[in-house]
């Protein structure tokens, strides 16, 4: 069974910085592309940052550029994302996201992705 387990979540004040993680089970993602949405109450759910297979190739929403990091163990099958310098609209359910296959590039689109995790929540006060 795959699962997508998130992990790092809470509660931090404006300017902070949190690390959420992902852990892969039940088959390799390693040559899929990975991302963290997020969905904040009463909206929908957006995209935050995407990596392709091998990490090279990265991608970012521009609300989070330059403050946000997405990253890759392969070898350990998790995905990281470093959030600093955090802002209250920063604020919601952040999820993982896998491909099922080996498609190329680092999408942005949660069409895109066929595994999903239950989320965690990141709420950042002002």
């Known amino acids: 069974q795959v699962q997508l387990v998130e992990s790092g979540g809470g509660l931090v004040q404006a300017g902070g910085s949190l690390r959420l993680s992902c852990a892969a089970s039940?088959?390799?993602?390693?040559?899929?592309?990975m991302g963290w949405f997020r969905q904040a109450p009463g909206k929908e759910r957006e995209f935050v940052a995407a990596?392709?297979?091998?990490?090279?190739?990265?991608h970012y929403a521009d609300s989070v550029k330059g403050r946000f990091s997405i990253s890759r163990d392969n070898a350990k099958s998790m995905v990281y994302l470093q959030m600093n310098s955090l802002k209250p609209e920063d604020s919601a359910v952040y999820y993982c996201a896998a491909q099922n296959r080996h498609y190329g590039g680092a999408p942005n689109r949660p069409i895109d992705y066929r595994y999903w995790g239950q989320g965690t929540q990141v709420t950042v006060s002002s």
């Open positions: 039940g088959r390799t993602f390693s040559s899929n592309a």
């Open positions: 990596i392709n297979w091998s990490g090279g190739s990265t």
